[in-house]
């Protein structure tokens, strides 16, 4: 019974620290970028890339992702111009854009293999070469990850807890 409490300890701290270790970032030439459903925005500071969306579509049919890159340094109008900084909208987190607001360039891209690990790994190759690699979770929702190895944890303790009373007679 030790044993099993240890493991949902274990398995919730490790799952946890899993799924916040992968964040997005660039190479330092610009040449390749990894983009992650991590919430944050990807910035490319000094660099600057062609303004628009790419649109995401899983096997289904249905928008998974929508990968933007902000026309935060010069606006052309219609969501294009050239910018610095990019965001990973998803369907798992429930923050797609409404499709009225795509860019008058937006690519359309069907999802693309599962790498594993419940990662599909999507590339767009931008207008000024640089490869987007973009990674994009299948299941479970990111979200409940630390819900549920939250749980695992609390159980574990609670079990241990009255193990740890019974065996002292409180």
Same mark, same amino acid.
């Given at each position: 019974?030790?044993?099993?409490?240890?493991?949902?300890?274990?398995?919730?701290?490790?799952?946890?620290?899993?799924?916040?270790?992968?964040?997005?970032?660039?190479?330092?030439?610009?040449?390749?970028?990894?983009?992650?459903?991590?919430?944050?925005?990807?910035?490319? &500071?000094?660099?600057?890339?062609?303004?628009?969306?790419?649109?995401? &579509?899983?096997?289904?049919?249905?928008?998974?992702? #929508?990968?933007?890159?902000?026309?935060?340094?010069?606006?052309?109008?219609?969501?294009?111009?050239?910018?610095?900084?990019?965001?990973?909208?998803?369907? &798992?987190?429930?923050?797609?854009p409404d499709p009225s607001t795509y860019s008058v %360039?937006?690519?359309?891209?069907?999802?693309?293999? %599962?790498?594993?690990? &419940?990662?599909?790994?999507?590339?767009?190759?931008?207008?000024?070469?640089?490869?987007?690699?973009?990674?994009?979770?299948?299941?479970?929702?990111?979200?409940?990850?630390?819900i549920l190895s939250g749980l695992g944890c609390m159980?574990?303790?609670?079990?241990?807890?009255?193990?740890?009373?019974?065996?002292?007679? #409180?």
């Amino acid at each position: 019974m030790k044993i099993l409490k240890a493991a949902f300890l274990l398995a919730g701290v490790l799952i946890a620290s899993q799924l916040y270790a992968d964040t997005s970032s660039c190479t330092p030439d610009f040449s390749v970028c990894s983009v992650f459903e991590d919430g944050q925005v990807l910035s490319f &500071d000094p660099f600057l890339a062609a303004a628009g969306d790419v649109v995401i &579509d899983d096997s289904s049919g249905a928008v998974s992702d #929508v990968f933007r890159i902000f026309n935060d340094f010069f606006d052309s109008g219609g969501g294009t111009g050239l910018g610095g900084s990019a965001f990973l909208y998803s369907a &798992d987190e429930h923050d797609l854009p409404d499709p009225s607001t795509y860019s008058v %360039n937006a690519a359309f891209l069907t999802e693309g293999p %599962n790498i594993g690990g &419940d990662l599909t790994k999507t590339v767009y190759i931008g207008a000024f070469g640089t490869e987007f690699d973009i990674y994009s979770a299948e299941t479970p929702e990111p979200a409940m990850i630390p819900i549920l190895s939250g749980l695992g944890c609390m159980a574990g303790i609670v079990a241990w807890r009255r193990q740890r009373r019974s065996l002292s007679g #409180v």
